[in-house]
């Protein structure tokens, strides 16, 4: 079981970048997928979860309207893409997949703990 990011980089404030998460091992849609990220000296946070019973995805307040999930079942790859980038949103970007159809929460996001699979992350730096 594998996932890997990539797309990362370097943009100024206003940019997009799409970010890609390619997953071997397992098929992709029958899982909730995350996305989180980290910046430095924080904790890690949910970006974003895409519930495999329904295929709802679910943001946090700070990227939703500018950012947005989408996959493409043939390569088994989810994207985060991401539009009008904040110097906030700099961070190492994480996805993640759970084996388990988790408890859905008010926020739709789920917690770190209950993801199973962890990509390496990728970089995003957004300068001001």
């Known amino acids: 079981v594998q996932l890997v990011e990539s797309g990362g980089g370097l943009v100024q404030a206003g940019g997009s970048l799409r970010l890609s998460c390619a997953a071997s091992?397992?098929?992709?849609?029958?899982?909730?997928i995350g996305w989180f990220r980290q910046a430095p000296g924080k904790s890690r946070e949910g970006v974003s979860n895409t519930r495999s019973v329904d295929h709802s995805t679910y943001y946090a307040n700070s990227v939703k309207g500018r950012f947005t999930v989408s996959s493409d079942n043939a390569k088994n790859t989810v994207y985060l893409q991401m539009n009008d980038l904040k110097p906030e949103d700099t961070a190492v970007y994480y996805c993640?997949?759970?084996?388990?159809?988790?408890?859905?929460?008010?926020?739709?996001?789920?917690?770190?703990?209950?993801?199973?699979?962890w990509g390496q992350g990728t970089q995003v730096t957004v300068s001001s």
């Open positions: 993640a997949a759970s084996t388990t159809i988790g408890y859905l929460y008010s926020s739709g996001l789920r917690p770190v703990h209950e993801y199973d699979y």
């Open positions: 091992g397992f098929t992709v849609d029958d899982h909730d």
